[in-house]
């Protein structure tokens, strides 16, 4: 992964997925707690986070204000609010947990077929 941290390659994807996944839940908890509370960027500028350096904060305002993104944002909140069912079964596909289901069926009920 890098030099900082000795982390064994067969855990390597699991640690780069949590990492992706924390990260993604701290953005949308900072952007609610820095942007959305507050109706203007004066009163967020304000009222920033101050271990966050003023250029860095500058440009998060610059973009979660642009107009273009803010677009992007709600056109995805709104597909992701219109799905019925929700993917959670994890890195498995729907088809493939289907299949092994079948299988396992068919050996647990010792049945000499195969149905797909």
């Known amino acids: 992964m890098g030099e900082k941290y000795d982390v064994p390659d067969a855990a390597?994807?699991?640690?780069?997925?949590?990492?992706?996944?924390l990260?993604?839940?701290h953005k949308c908890r900072?952007?609610?707690?820095?942007?959305y509370q507050f109706k203007d960027n004066k009163t967020r500028w304000k009222n920033r986070p101050k271990d966050i350096p003023e250029a860095d904060f500058s440009q998060l305002?610059?973009?979660w204000s642009n107009k273009d993104?803010?677009?992007?944002?709600?056109?995805?909140?709104?597909?992701?609010?219109?799905q019925?069912?929700?993917?959670?079964?994890?890195?498995?596909?729907?088809?493939?947990?289907?299949?092994?289901?079948?299988?396992?069926?068919?050996?647990?009920?010792d049945l000499t077929f195969y149905v797909v």
Request: proline content about 2%; glycine content about 4%.
């Open 23 to 25: 990260y993604k839940v």
């Open 69 to 82: 993104v803010a677009k992007r944002c709600l056109r995805a909140k709104e597909s992701r609010m219109s």
């Open 84 to 109: 019925k069912n929700m993917h959670t079964v994890g890195p498995k596909s729907f088809a493939r947990i289907r299949e092994e289901m079948v299988i396992y069926f068919c050996f647990a009920c």
């Open 12 to 21: 390597k994807k699991w640690v780069l997925k949590s990492i992706g996944e």
């Open 61 to 63: 305002l610059r973009l």
């Open 30 to 35: 900072f952007k609610k707690k820095y942007f």
